[in-house]
């Protein structure tokens, strides 16, 4: 280790909690804007009678079908109801559906625009259908606000689950099956579950090969070697399944002949190494990576003669090595290398694509984590991109109970745009072809190409885990190909898939849901570029006579990260797993803007000018110029291609004598506020004579894990938990946490005093200004928690004079209110684990830096050294 490679560090300053959270906390109202009031009104009703009416004769043809086609005696019956909201179905509209129409709501999508309701009070039900019927019977323009039926003009749309909604496309091997929870139905559902139960244990008597497993606390249900016929009675009969679908995975594309650079070459394990799963198509035992492969025997394809160290694909294998010794390889021209990591092969695939079990995967995830795996790599993802708005795959919401229950991290790609359609859109000339152009073209598509295809996919919309897209960079001399440059997104690289320039059920997302912090990919890292084979990067080979290939993709680029975790943790291994992944996060940035996204941005406003308000943009007026920057936003596209940066492994692992990270492994109960005071260095004051020089910058990055709720795509995070910086009052903890977590107006009336203590505080403006909570909760029901968020603030020899150098450091939480009881119950008892990573950076002032600042924060807070591995043995 360099003599300036210091250890990052725990802070264990005095904390201070109050347990209080004041409805709007120091969050200022927001008026309604003019979007959120179109939302609740739909004008003209013309169009919508005539929807209504397809709708009912749609409805009364089907679930009449639905009723003959059952043929099994089951014990109880639910039909169930999809409606197409215009607005967000909040607790006020489904408390009145549910009173008015009967229609309770079991399960919530596209923003809780889309929801499923069970029917639970058929004579109920019978008024929903006479109030569409006499809807669609009124005259022209009349009003139906002051009407019995003045509900329906929230619908957009409504339609049964019928047979066909909810069996897609499946194969024999293999089938996936969402369990519906209906927590008002509860006797129903519990008989229909015994009965399916029953029946599945049946027919694996009668066939052998047939095999299933009923997860209810996952809401899954899992059919092997089943058939078309079996999966339609199931459906058809057992009314608790909302989806049944198969999965196919694949891994990266195509991978090119190359000629090894180097003779052979070995890895040798150092002492106290960190277990790595490689979940992959096994690793190759004969490879230069046999000396750092532990075969646990984990292969859930070859279950009765299990073979991890077997690769006749070649993915895992390349990828193994990218983990095993990051860029490291592409640095040093030596025979032997020495990896703090060792691979534990997890095979899940026997080539290039196929399907499995996710139960399966659970298990052996599990078993996994058991053995002292904590950082899995998966270059495995599903071969469909996500659609727009789409909500959490099973596949996502799998990963995030595992990362949550385990205090485990899976390293995810993003996915590739495929070497046949890259290939078409290079040979056939077109604008939307070109880059970046076909990463989002919303209102433009080719023959071969629409944005759509652009999107991640699963497993990589996870929250708890790290989702990693991929730059043009190939780590060697040759240049990128359909990439302008290396640093660049790649083009074949994948976005997120939320899209505000959408409609959904005909009407814009309002800013309310909207949140700055929510993105994927949380990380970018070299991939090679498409699709030149002397644009790929080198990766190990599995085929006869050659050592290594080239290849490009996200694949590629998640296990360099990977890398980077496992070091962390190796040097690190008492870090909780939501601290590496802030730690990796905080260290990331990128070296270039958003610039190279400004013609596309001016076309694609352009293009929404005409669509959408039937003007050229310079006629636009205020309010719709507003409209249109809410919803094309250049940063916001900026942050789907490259996430939080390229995440540097120096600042992730080490501090220096310039340079301290802080790390802050806390808990926090909801509607409470938890804060500490960090001292900052007073010779940072004195480094320049000039007030509003920058003498320091503070980067912090905050994260946690949370308990997935699966049917609210609204509340899937249920848990808020957002940090702030602000200035002690008085120098005094307890009083600065106690005005932050705030007080209601009625207390401070009831209270003069404290009431002129609040006033004072702001008019004395105590609180450190233009700086915000890095996350705002409000409006609690419609709002997206991210469970990570960043900040970094400049700070001036002003700035610091003025706080006396002292920051107040502010955790608040809490957390969604419209959800299961049950659920709500156990997020209020319990306190929420959280990892906050500090990052304080000197900065030049005359071109040098002083070397004081990790010694004098050491000498004025009270901080230890992040316990370490016993690396003696690194070289």
Not at 16 to 27: A, C, D, L, Q, S
Not at 556 to 578: M, S
Request: aromatic content about 10%; overall charge negative.
């Amino acid at each position: 280790m360099a003599d300036n490679n210091k250890p990052h560090l725990l802070l264990k300053n005095q904390i201070r909690t109050i347990e209080r959270f004041p409805k709007r906390g120091m969050v200022v109202s927001k008026k309604k804007n003019d979007e959120e009031e179109e939302e609740i009104e739909i004008k003209p009703y013309e169009s919508k009678k005539k929807t209504l009416r397809n709708n009912l004769r749609s409805f009364n043809r089907h679930i009449l079908e639905r009723h003959q086609n059952r043929t099994i005696d089951i014990p109880a019956h639910i039909d169930y109801v999809k409606l197409y909201t215009h607005g967000v179905f909040n607790p006020n509209l489904q408390k009145k559906i549910r009173t008015t129409y009967g229609l309770s709501a079991v399960k919530f999508e596209y923003f809780n625009k889309v929801v499923l309701c069970a029917i639970v009070d058929e004579d109920a039900f019978e008024i929903f259908k006479e109030h569409i019927r006499f809807f669609i019977d009124t005259e022209a323009n009349f009003n139906p606000l002051q009407t019995d039926y003045y509900l329906l003009v929230h619908i957009d749309q409504f339609e049964l689950l019928s047979s066909d909604r909810i069996l897609e496309f499946t194969r024999n091997e293999e089938a996936v099956a969402e369990i519906i929870s209906n927590t008002e139905l509860p006797n129903k559902s519990d008989n229909i579950e015994k009965a399916l139960n029953e029946f599945l244990r049946q027919e694996k008597l009668l066939r052998i090969e047939f095999d299933y497993e009923i997860k209810l606390d996952y809401s899954l249900l899992v059919l092997k070697n089943t058939t078309e016929e079996l999966n339609k009675q199931i459906v058809d009969n057992f009314d608790v399944i909302y989806k049944v679908q198969s999965h196919t995975y694949k891994t990266g594309p195509n991978r090119y002949g190359w000629q090894k650079r180097r003779p052979d070459f070995e890895i040798f394990p150092i002492e106290n190494t960190t277990l790595v799963g490689i979940i992959d198509t096994g690793i190759h035992q004969n490879s230069p990576l046999r000396n750092i492969i532990e075969n646990h025997q984990f292969d859930i394809i070859n279950v009765g003669d299990p073979s991890p160290y077997i690769d006749t694909d070649g993915h895992g294998t390349g990828i193994a090595m990218l983990a095993a010794l990051g860029t490291e390889y592409y640095e040093n021209e030596t025979n032997n290398f020495h990896s703090p990591i060792k691979l534990v092969p997890i095979k899940v695939l026997e080539n290039s694509n196929g399907n499995y079990s996710l139960i399966d995967f659970e298990k052996v995830i599990r078993e996994a984590s058991a053995i002292g795996v904590r950082v899995f790599n998966l270059s495995i993802t599903d071969s469909n991109c996500k659609l727009y708005n789409e909500t959490v795959s099973k596949q996502a919401f799998l990963l995030d109970k595992l990362s949550f229950e385990l205090d485990i991290l899976f390293i995810i790609a993003t996915g590739n745009l495929s070497p046949d359609d890259i290939e078409y859109m290079r040979d056939n000339p077109n604008s939307l072809h070109d880059y970046p152009n076909h990463f989002f073209n919303p209102y433009k598509e080719s023959e071969q190409h629409c944005c759509v295809g652009t999107n991640i996919h699963s497993p990589s919309e996870s929250y708890n885990n790290i989702a990693v897209g991929a730059i043009a960079e190939n780590l060697n001399d040759n240049e990128s190909d359909l990439t302008y440059a290396k640093e660049l997104p790649a083009y074949y690289s994948k976005k997120f898939h939320l899209n505000f320039a959408e409609k959904v059920n005909s009407v814009f997302l309002s800013q309310s849901i909207m949140n700055k912090n929510f993105f994927k990919p949380d990380l970018v890292a070299p991939g090679g570029d498409a699709i030149a084979s002397s644009a790929g990067m080198e990766v190990l080979s599995t085929r006869a006579g050659q050592l290594t290939e080239l290849s490009h993709g996200t694949s590629n680029a998640a296990p360099l990260v990977t890398n980077i975790a496992a070091r962390i943790l190796n040097k690190y291994p008492e870090l909780k797993a939501q601290s590496i992944k802030a730690l990796l996060i905080n260290s990331a940035g990128l070296s270039y803007n958003s610039n190279f996204l400004d013609e596309l941005i001016i076309n694609i406003k352009d293009d929404f000018a005409r669509e959408e308000f039937k003007k050229l943009i310079e006629e636009l007026n205020n309010s719709e110029k507003n409209k249109l920057s809410r919803i094309i936003s250049k940063d916001r596209l900026f942050k789907y291609l490259t996430g939080n940066g390229l995440p540097d492994q120096t600042k992730a692992l080490y501090s220096n004598e310039n340079s301290a990270t802080l790390v802050v492994e806390e808990s926090i109960k909801v509607d409470s506020h938890k804060g500490l005071i960090l001292k900052i260095p007073k010779y940072l004051n004195k480094l320049s004579n000039q007030e509003k020089k920058s003498v320091a910058n503070i980067t912090a990055t905050l994260c946690y894990s949370f308990d997935p709720i699966f049917n609210n795509f609204l509340a899937y995070n249920p848990i808020h938990i957002s940090f702030a910086f602000f200035n002690p009052v008085d120098d005094d903890l307890s009083k600065s946490i106690d005005l932050i977590a705030g007080y209601t107006s009625q207390q401070k009336d009831r209270d003069p005093k404290l009431k002129n203590r609040v006033e004072e505080a702001d008019t004395n403006r105590k609180f450190k200004t233009g700086i915000t909570w890095s996350e705002d909760y409000s409006p609690i029901g419609s709002k997206m928690f991210s469970n990570t968020q960043k900040l970094s603030i400049p700070f001036r020899i002003k700035d610091l004079n003025e706080i006396k150098n002292e920051l107040n450091i502010v955790v608040r939480c809490t957390c969604k209110k419209d959800i299961d009881p049950e659920i709500l119950n156990r997020i209020k008892l319990n306190p929420h684990p959280f990892s906050l990573v500090i990052r304080i950076e000197e900065k030049k002032v005359n071109n040098t830096l002083s070397g004081q600042l990790y010694h004098k924060l050491d000498a004025i807070n009270t901080l230890e050294i992040i316990a370490e591995a016993d690396l003696e043995a690194e070289v």
